[in-house]
């Protein structure tokens, strides 16, 4: 299973992002997609999940500005990022976790999002 990610980049505060992460390798279905982020000098944070059924999760710090969503025929899942702060300057990691007798987690190799105030 590989995961790759997308669409990072240099933005402006205030400005917009759509990350992309595309599974590869595994015909099965995750139990549960997700965006995680690690800033510089603080541990890597949940930033948005959904599983397979069932709603989605958002940190409190992005609600209302990101959003979660899933493209099944192209097995990939995106991140869009909307009103940019230079507190969203991070790595951002994609990971899934499957079940199949125990749980199994991806991670893709993280994609840079700075955010110039």
């Known amino acids: 299973v590989q995961l790759v990610e997308s669409g990072g980049g240099l933005v402006q505060a205030g400005g917009s992002l759509r990350l992309s992460c595309l599974i590869s390798g595994t015909t099965s279905n995750a139990d549960y997609m997700g965006w995680y982020r690690r800033a510089p000098g603080k541990p890597r944070e949940l930033v948005a999940m959904f599983p397979d059924s069932g709603s989605t999760t958002y940190a409190d710090s992005v609600k209302g500005r990101f959003t979660i969503s899933r493209d099944t025929a192209k097995n990939t899942f995106d991140l869009q990022i909307h009103s940019l702060t230079p507190e969203d300057t991070a790595v951002y990691y994609c990971?899934?976790?499957?079940?199949?007798?125990?749980?199994?987690?991806?991670w893709g190799q993280g994609t840079q999002v700075t955010v110039s105030s």
């Open positions: 990971n899934i976790k499957v079940y199949d007798v125990v749980w199994y987690d991806y």
